[in-house]
């Protein structure tokens, strides 16, 4: 056997060797023979003639000695690779045609699947990723919803201690700015707050150094901080000094007790991190801790539910079942791949769904445009067939020229997936996904060579099928080819793909619809002309309300001295940016007299509306009068007048007792807070002056919240943000603004998901149309070659050419019509599913549903008439003479 | 041609490898030699030699080396390998018993059975 395999493969490996060898050999013998024969008698011209004779056909016995050897069967390989290989080259049209249907749907599809398979499929970066979770709140009753929860104080003391079978941590949601003072300079940073036994759930030692101990992180305990490594790295330079020694952090020492390894990544991805330090009071308070969790070794998830609700069962707050009768509350644990990706997962899925229906289409203009292939070669199928070639054999042709198709194809398409992957990833924005970074890996190339062979399998299957029925006697005697049966089931393919396409160009028409609702919502302020600078003030030195009121006041004061400047304000949050919540504001007096309602609370300087150009709508907005002595005051928006005061005019009215009203507001866009309604909207907020807050809750606020520096500007102003952080340092030399940016920026930041949603979903259904446009095309490029004769004839008998023109292109229209009213007919049905993503559009959209019959329509029409030109060009003196 | 036996089918294989023992030879040379051992009685079909000598070579009965034949021309010489010897006695072995097996039986007169 092994010898069988070696002597196989040195005369493959050397085959111009072995052929040679072969002729020589054979030569030899014949003129050995003849030579013998001359010998013997028998004249010259005879012997040879004799030799070549008795020796017989050089070309069979060559062909035996290949066979002898096993070379037979690669030798018809080659043949049969080379001879499909003719083929495709021989039909450029079609050859391009399928291989670019294929590369797009399989790029298309492995590129999506990349996506969804790191954010749905892959585990997160976690040893035993599987026993980690976090925990879901399921509220039943009229109000009910079902959610991640967010802890206080008091259900974090009693998961940890309350529930053995986790190992449980908290830590903020999120990260928010800090000040780090590294040697001369201070440096913005994004830190974290966490418990102890949080990088223990995760799995992660420091690679210096040690965890946060229990001690460690009980309120008032001293400071302490664990360092990313690449913060340690790129400001400490790796010294290994720093561990140990105290950093100067938020305008405090921080003693630093471990170093995190490297590459090392957690759901929050910090620079650095501090001890969360939970109690009941403070940020315990709220529910402002994200839980974490881990099963211990031994437990199930069903014990851990168990203990979770009964331990939470002795809380004393029950605010879910405020406003909300006869409710029923129960708490669960979520695995944390689903619970982290599970806002994400309808946007990866309506994705998924729309490469399902490329591939369909794809599959549909293969189907169509392999058919029309085997009908024109059906002639030469009968002629193989009449020649002594088996059934067996023309299949197997035809399985060969597909399969190197969809090798071509899948390969093609490998490589506009991996374009497509690196184009997609650059549109999202950074620590937009949960996951640090998505290869092309392994299973996805399994799932594109998959549906690269089933694509080849499916479409090969026509014409190959098609081969059995090849009827000899008529295929050679008539030229007319394609039968009316297989033009009737192109057309319904074609018909199948637009409706296909259809469905995918209304769901992108609904979603480009709903975005440029969302992003021409009247903002209720001008964003032109505004330049927007972010610091983190949660630092030990603005705690002190006075010395907080001195940086506000004399920062704002500078920047309105810089030329061009025409106005400047502190706000704690601004338009399209999420503001702090209070969950209990008590309206005092008025209509609601009694209410405790939940609304955003911005705190802001004077001049914030004037800089913003927020107009006010009753009453006045803030004056450097109300300072923190003063009547304590606010002024409400227009929701929270509507909501709250049902057209009673609210001036003069109070909040929290003491708080008078003194003007209402228009409304800002803001993404939702109180009321997840849209990713922007307008819901009720009460702003308050800076300088009417207390130290608490600024300090606490500050915890959470970058203030921002507004600054309007008549035109463009020549190194406005140079200028602005001079004013900044005139005032506190130490505060380092975290970053400049424009309104438009902000916004964009609100609108990403949707954003990118819609390029993803424009993106396939453009890639749809195009695939359709290619299936129309060829549909009626055949009938053009297919009825040229018959076009010819009738041109000589007085037909005209738009005549012509009108009979071939009609299945092209008539089918892309049907395709329309069958796609809108789907479309109606399968659209619902995508109402939760749309906002201020319905899915039964006139403006979208014409737009999408006029696309189509033109797309058609080009894709019918540039066939048809070649009709003008027939020319029926030929035809007859053919004839 | 009358004096001449036709060649059992299966036996070429077998009287070649027999050839090739004796004296390594080409493939014209394999030819001569079986008709000449078998006293001119055997006549290989030559179209059917090639593919047969490939054959046994493609098994590692065969060795092949190019040497330079008696009117000093290139010619591809033949040789048994180990695994080629042990065929042959083999076959050698099961071709005496079929033999005598066969005459036994042909021989048989009625009185003997």
Same mark, same amino acid.
């Given at each position: 056997?092994?010898?069988?395999?070696?002597?196989?493969?040195?005369?493959?490996?050397?085959?111009?060797?072995?052929?040679?060898?072969?002729?020589?050999?054979?030569? %030899?013998?014949?003129?050995?023979?003849?030579?013998?024969?001359?010998?013997?008698?028998?004249?010259?011209?005879?012997?040879? =003639?004799?030799?070549?004779?008795?020796?017989?056909?050089?070309?069979?016995?060559?062909?035996?000695?290949?066979?002898?050897?096993?070379?037979?069967?690669?030798?018809?390989?080659?043949?049969?690779?080379?001879?499909?290989? =003719?083929?495709?080259?021989?039909?450029?049209?079609?050859?391009?045609?399928?291989?670019?249907?294929?590369?797009?749907?399989?790029?298309?599809?492995?590129?999506?699947?990349?996506?969804?398979?790191?954010?749905?499929?892959?585990?997160?970066?976690?040893?035993?990723?599987?026993?980690?979770?976090?925990?879901?709140?399921?509220?039943?009753?009229?109000?009910?919803?079902?959610?991640?929860?967010?802890?206080?104080?008091? !259900?974090?003391?009693?998961?940890?201690?309350?529930?053995?079978?986790?190992?449980?941590?908290?830590?903020?949601?999120?990260?928010?700015? &800090?000040?780090?003072?590294?040697?001369?300079?201070?440096?913005?940073?994004?830190?974290?707050?966490?418990?102890?036994?949080?990088?223990?759930?995760?799995?992660?030692?420091?690679?210096?150094?040690?965890? %946060?101990?229990?001690?460690?992180? =009980?309120?008032?305990?001293?400071?302490?901080?664990?360092?990313?490594?690449?913060?340690?790295?790129?400001? %400490?330079?790796?010294?290994?000094?720093?561990?140990?020694?105290?950093?100067?952090?938020?305008?405090?020492?921080?003693?630093?007790?471990?170093?995190?390894?490297?590459? &090392?990544?957690?759901?929050?991805?910090?620079?650095?991190?501090?001890?969360?330090?939970?109690?009941?009071?403070?940020?315990?308070?709220?529910?402002?801790?994200?839980?974490?969790?881990?099963?211990?070794?031994?437990?199930?998830?069903?014990?851990?539910?168990?203990?979770?609700?009964?331990?939470?069962?002795?809380?004393?707050?029950?605010?879910?079942?405020?406003?909300?009768?006869? &409710?029923?509350?129960?708490?669960?644990?979520?695995?944390?791949?689903?619970?982290?990706?599970?806002?994400?997962?309808?946007?990866?899925?309506?994705?998924?769904?729309?490469?399902?229906?490329?591939? *369909?289409?794809?599959?549909?203009?293969?189907?169509?445009?392999?058919?029309?292939?085997?009908?024109?070669?059906?002639?030469?199928?009968?002629?193989?067939?009449?020649?002594? #070639?088996?059934?067996?054999?023309?299949?197997?042709?035809?399985?060969?020229?597909?399969?190197?198709?969809?090798?071509?194809?899948? #390969?093609?398409?490998?490589?506009?997936?991996?374009?497509?992957?690196?184009? *997609?990833?650059?549109?999202?924005?950074?620590?937009?996904?949960?996951?640090?970074?998505?290869? *092309?890996?392994? =299973?996805?190339?399994?799932?594109?060579?998959?549906?690269?062979?089933?694509?080849?399998?499916?479409?090969?299957?026509?014409? &190959?099928?098609?081969?059995?029925?090849?009827?000899?006697?008529?295929?050679?005697?008539?030229?007319?080819?394609?039968?009316?049966?297989? !033009?009737?089931?192109?057309?319904?393919?074609?018909?199948?793909?637009?409706?296909?396409?259809?469905?995918?160009?209304?769901?992108?028409?609904?979603?480009?619809?709903?975005?440029?609702?969302?992003?021409?919502?009247?903002?209720?302020?001008?964003?032109?002309?505004?330049?927007?600078?972010?610091?983190?003030?949660?630092?030990?030195?603005?705690?002190?309300?006075?010395?907080?009121?001195?940086?506000?006041?004399? @920062?704002?004061?500078?920047?309105?001295?810089?030329?061009?400047?025409?106005?400047?304000?502190?706000?704690?949050?601004?338009?399209?940016?999420?503001?702090?919540?209070?969950?209990?504001?008590?309206?005092?007096?008025?209509?609601?007299?009694?209410?405790?309602?939940?609304?955003?609370?911005?705190?802001?300087?004077?001049?914030?509306?004037?800089?913003?150009?927020?107009?006010?709508?009753?009453?006045?907005?803030?004056?450097?009068?109300?300072?923190?002595?003063?009547?304590?005051?606010?002024?409400?928006?227009?929701?929270?007048?509507?909501?709250?005061?049902?057209?009673?005019?609210?001036?003069?009215?109070?909040?929290?007792?003491?708080?008078?009203?003194?003007?209402?507001?228009?409304?800002?866009?803001?993404?939702?807070?109180?009321?997840?309604?849209?990713?922007?909207?307008?819901?009720?907020?009460?702003?308050?002056?800076?300088?009417?807050?207390?130290?608490?809750?600024?300090?606490?606020?500050?915890?959470?919240?970058?203030?921002?520096?507004?600054?309007?500007?008549?035109?463009?102003?020549?190194?406005?943000?140079?200028?602005?952080?001079?004013?900044?340092?005139?005032?506190?030399?130490?505060?380092? %603004?975290?970053?400049?940016?424009?309104?438009?920026?902000?916004?964009?930041?609100?609108?990403?998901?949707?954003?990118?949603?819609?390029?993803?979903?424009?993106?396939?259904?453009?890639?749809?149309?195009?695939?359709?446009?290619?299936?129309?095309?060829?549909?009626?490029?055949?009938?053009?070659?297919?009825?040229?004769?018959?076009?010819?004839?009738?041109?000589?008998?007085?037909?005209?050419?738009?005549?012509?023109?009108?009979?071939?292109?009609?299945?092209?229209?008539?089918? @892309?019509?049907?395709?329309?009213?069958?796609?809108?007919?789907?479309?109606?049905?399968?659209?619902?599913?995508?109402?939760?993503?749309?906002?201020?559009?319905?899915?039964?959209?006139?403006?979208?549903?014409?737009?999408?019959?006029?696309?189509?329509?033109?797309?058609?029409?080009?894709?019918?008439?540039?066939?048809?030109?070649?009709?003008?060009?027939?020319?029926?003196?030929?035809?007859?003479?053919?004839? | 041609?009358?004096?001449?036996?036709?060649?059992?089918?299966?036996?070429?294989?077998?009287?070649?490898?027999?050839?090739?023992?004796?004296?390594?030879?080409?493939?014209?040379?394999?030819?001569?030699?079986?008709?000449?051992?078998?006293?001119?009685?055997?006549?290989?079909?030559?179209?059917?030699?090639?593919?047969?000598?490939?054959?046994?070579?493609?098994?590692?009965?065969?060795?092949?080396?190019?040497?330079?034949?008696?009117?000093?021309?290139?010619?591809?010489?033949?040789?048994?390998?180990?695994?080629?010897?042990?065929?042959?006695?083999?076959?050698?072995?099961?071709?005496?018993?079929?033999?005598?097996?066969?005459?036994?039986?042909?021989?048989?007169?009625?009185?003997?059975?």
């Amino acid at each position: 056997m092994l010898a069988r395999v070696r002597s196989l493969l040195r005369a493959l490996l050397s085959r111009r060797r072995f052929e040679a060898g072969m002729t020589e050999e054979l030569r %030899f013998h014949i003129d050995q023979y003849t030579e013998d024969l001359v010998r013997s008698g028998v004249p010259v011209e005879e012997a040879g =003639r004799r030799a070549r004779l008795e020796f017989g056909g050089i070309n069979t016995v060559e062909e035996d000695c290949r066979e002898a050897r096993g070379l037979k069967v690669f030798d018809e390989a080659r043949r049969e690779l080379r001879y499909a290989g =003719r083929q495709l080259r021989g039909n450029p049209g079609f050859t391009s045609a399928v291989i670019l249907t294929l590369a797009l749907a399989i790029g298309a599809n492995s590129a999506i699947f990349s996506i969804v398979n790191a954010l749905l499929l892959k585990s997160p970066p976690y040893v035993h990723a599987e026993r980690m979770g976090t925990i879901y709140t399921r509220v039943t009753g009229p109000r009910g919803y079902d959610a991640r929860h967010n802890l206080d104080g008091e !259900q974090w003391e009693l998961l940890r201690d309350h529930v053995p079978a986790l190992i449980s941590a908290v830590s903020t949601r999120g990260t928010s700015g &800090a000040n780090l003072e590294a040697g001369s300079h201070v440096q913005f940073l994004h830190a974290a707050r966490i418990s102890a036994h949080y990088l223990d759930v995760l799995g992660l030692q420091p690679a210096l150094g040690r965890n %946060f101990s229990e001690d460690e992180d =009980r309120p008032h305990a001293p400071n302490s901080a664990i360092l990313s490594y690449s913060l340690w790295r790129n400001v %400490f330079g790796s010294s290994p000094d720093t561990l140990g020694h105290s950093i100067l952090l938020k305008g405090e020492p921080y003693s630093v007790i471990g170093i995190l390894p490297e590459g &090392a990544t957690t759901p929050l991805n910090a620079d650095l991190y501090t001890a969360i330090q939970a109690g009941r009071e403070g940020a315990g308070a709220g529910t402002n801790f994200e839980a974490i969790i881990r099963l211990r070794d031994g437990a199930t998830w069903q014990e851990a539910d168990a203990e979770l609700n009964r331990a939470w069962s002795l809380r004393t707050g029950r605010y879910e079942l405020k406003d909300n009768p006869g &409710a029923q509350v129960s708490f669960y644990c979520v695995p944390l791949q689903k619970a982290e990706t599970a806002q994400l997962r309808p946007q990866a899925l309506t994705l998924m769904l729309a490469a399902i229906l490329i591939l *369909l289409i794809a599959c549909a203009n293969l189907a169509g445009v392999t058919l029309v292939r085997m009908m024109r070669r059906a002639p030469e199928v009968a002629t193989r067939l009449a020649l002594g #070639a088996t059934r067996w054999q023309i299949q197997k042709q035809f399985w060969i020229e597909n399969l190197l198709l969809a090798l071509a194809g899948g #390969a093609v398409g490998m490589g506009v997936g991996w374009a497509a992957l690196r184009g *997609l990833l650059l549109l999202l924005p950074e620590h937009f996904l949960p996951v640090a970074r998505i290869p *092309l890996d392994g =299973r996805v190339l399994a799932f594109t060579l998959a549906v690269s062979l089933f694509t080849s399998v499916l479409f090969g299957m026509l014409p &190959a099928l098609a081969a059995r029925k090849v009827d000899l006697r008529s295929s050679m005697s008539s030229r007319a080819v394609a039968g009316a049966g297989s !033009q009737t089931l192109r057309e319904a393919l074609i018909a199948g793909e637009v409706a296909l396409t259809v469905v995918l160009l209304t769901a992108s028409g609904l979603l480009i619809r709903s975005l440029i609702h969302l992003e021409t919502l009247p903002p209720g302020f001008n964003p032109n002309g505004v330049i927007v600078a972010k610091a983190s003030l949660d630092d030990v030195r603005f705690h002190d309300p006075a010395g907080l009121r001195k940086l506000l006041e004399e @920062s704002t004061a500078a920047m309105r001295q810089i030329p061009g400047v025409q106005n400047a304000a502190v706000g704690i949050s601004l338009p399209f940016e999420r503001a702090p919540i209070s969950g209990d504001l008590t309206i005092s007096d008025g209509p609601a007299a009694g209410r405790q309602v939940e609304t955003d609370m911005v705190f802001v300087t004077p001049g914030y509306f004037e800089a913003l150009q927020i107009p006010g709508l009753v009453g006045r907005s803030f004056t450097e009068r109300d300072g923190p002595d003063a009547q304590r005051v606010a002024v409400i928006n227009q929701t929270f007048a509507r909501k709250f005061f049902y057209g009673v005019n609210p001036l003069g009215h109070y909040l929290e007792k003491n708080l008078l009203i003194v003007g209402v507001v228009a409304d800002v866009a803001v993404p939702p807070g109180v009321d997840a309604a849209a990713p922007l909207t307008g819901e009720q907020a009460v702003y308050i002056p800076y300088r009417q807050v207390d130290a608490q809750t600024l300090s606490l606020a500050h915890a959470w919240f970058q203030p921002s520096w507004v600054v309007r500007t008549a035109g463009p102003v020549e190194g406005l943000t140079g200028e602005m952080q001079r004013a900044l340092a005139g005032v506190d030399p130490t505060l380092p %603004f975290s970053g400049f940016y424009a309104m438009r920026d902000l916004q964009a930041k609100t609108l990403a998901a949707q954003r990118i949603e819609v390029a993803l979903l424009g993106a396939m259904a453009a890639l749809a149309l195009l695939l359709s446009a290619v299936g129309i095309f060829a549909l009626v490029a055949n009938l053009v070659a297919q009825r040229t004769r018959e076009i010819g004839i009738r041109l000589a008998l007085g037909a005209t050419v738009q005549n012509a023109v009108v009979q071939v292109g009609r299945p092209g229209v008539g089918a @892309s019509a049907l395709g329309l009213v069958l796609g809108l007919i789907l479309g109606a049905g399968a659209l619902r599913v995508l109402r939760s993503a749309l906002y201020g559009v319905d899915i039964y959209d006139p403006l979208t549903i014409l737009a999408v019959a006029l696309t189509l329509a033109a797309v058609t029409l080009v894709a019918t008439i540039v066939p048809t030109l070649k009709v003008a060009r027939i020319d029926p003196a030929a035809t007859l003479r053919e004839e | 041609m009358s004096k001449n036996a036709e060649l059992l089918p299966g036996t070429l294989d077998m009287l070649i490898l027999k050839a090739v023992s004796l004296k390594p030879l080409h493939g014209y040379g394999v030819l001569l030699r079986i008709r000449q051992i078998s006293r001119d009685a055997l006549e290989i079909p030559q179209g059917s030699l090639y593919p047969a000598l490939y054959r046994l070579e493609h098994q590692g009965l065969l060795a092949t080396d190019w040497g330079e034949s008696e009117n000093h021309r290139r010619a591809k010489y033949y040789t048994l390998t180990a695994a080629g010897r042990r065929r042959l006695r083999e076959e050698t072995a099961g071709w005496n018993r079929l033999v005598s097996a066969i005459s036994a039986a042909m021989n048989t007169t009625s009185e003997e059975v």
